[in-house]
C-alpha cells in the first residue's frame, strides 16, 4: 500500500510542476534531497555504530540490568507476557530511558535493536505482533523527563531559558503516551476478538 502513496505522490509532484511552471525548483528539489538522504545514512550509520557498541557495554556491565529493574513496573504493565529478564526487555528499557532523557538519535539504534529482538519471538514473521506494535506506540510517543534535544534547537534559535518548556513537555508527552498506548491495547484487543471468531 505504501508503495501506491509514494507512487502517488511522486507523479502528482511532477505533474503539479510541469502545469505550474516549477520544473527547475522540482530538479533542484530532486537533486538536493538525494544529497540529505545520503548525508542521513552515513549520519545514522555512525551513530547506530556508537549506540549498538555503548548497548553492548551496557549489557556485560549490567547497567541494562539496573535500568530494568527500575522501569519493571511499567514495562510490566505495558508488556505483560514477557520476560523482564531477557534481552529484549533490557533493549526497551535502554530505549526508554533514551527517549526520556529526550536523546531521539540514541533513541533511534536501541529503538531498532529492541524491534529486531521482538521480531526473533514473533510466531508470526509476516506480521507485527501485538508487543511489537505497542513498542513503536510507545517509541513514538515517548515520555519526555529532560526534553534534550528540543532544548538544544532553542538554545541554538537565541532562547535565553532553553528548558524552561519541561513542564509544557511532561504534560503533552505524557498525554501523548496515554492515548497512544489506550488506543494500541484497544485496537489490539479488537483485532484478537475478530481473529478468536474467524
Not at 509476516?126 to 534535544?149: Q, R, Y
Not at 491495547?185 to 484478537?192: A, D, N, S
Amino acid at each position: 500500500m505504501i508503495n501506491y502513496i509514494w507512487a502517488f505522490m511522486v507523479v502528482f509532484s511532477v505533474i503539479s510542476s510541469i502545469f505550474g511552471g516549477n520544473m527547475q525548483v522540482l530538479s533542484n528539489a530532486i537533486i538536493s534531497s538525494a544529497s540529505d538522504a545520503v548525508n542521513l545514512c552515513i549520519r545514522l550509520g555512525g551513530t547506530i555504530c556508537l549506540w549498538g557498541g555503548l548497548m553492548e557495554i551496557a549489557e556485560k556491565s549490567g547497567l541494562t540490568d539496573t535500568v530494568c529493574r527500575l522501569l519493571s513496573p511499567f514495562m510490566k504493565l505495558v508488556f505483560p507476557k514477557m520476560d523482564m529478564r531477557g534481552k529484549t526487555a533490557k533493549a526497551i528499557s535502554m530505549n526508554v530511558t533514551a527517549n526520556m532523557l529526550g536523546l531521539g538519535n540514541a533513541a533511534t539504534p536501541l529503538g531498532l535493536e529492541a524491534i529486531r529482538r521482538l521480531q526473533d519471538e514473533n510466531p508470526e514473521k509476516e506480521k507485527a505482533s501485538a508487543d511489537m506494535i505497542k513498542f513503536v506506540v510507545m517509541n513514538s510517543a515517548a515520555f519526555h523527563l529532560i526534553p534534550t534535544t528540543v532544548a538544544a534547537l532553542r538554545r541554538d534559535y537565541g532562547s535565553e531559558n532553553p528548558f524552561d518548556i519541561m513542564p509544557a513537555s511532561w504534560l503533552t508527552s505524557a498525554t501523548a503516551l496515554a492515548v497512544g498506548l489506550t488506543a494500541a491495547f484497544i485496537l489490539i484487543k479488537i483485532t484478537e476478538g475478530i481473529s478468536c471468531r474467524k
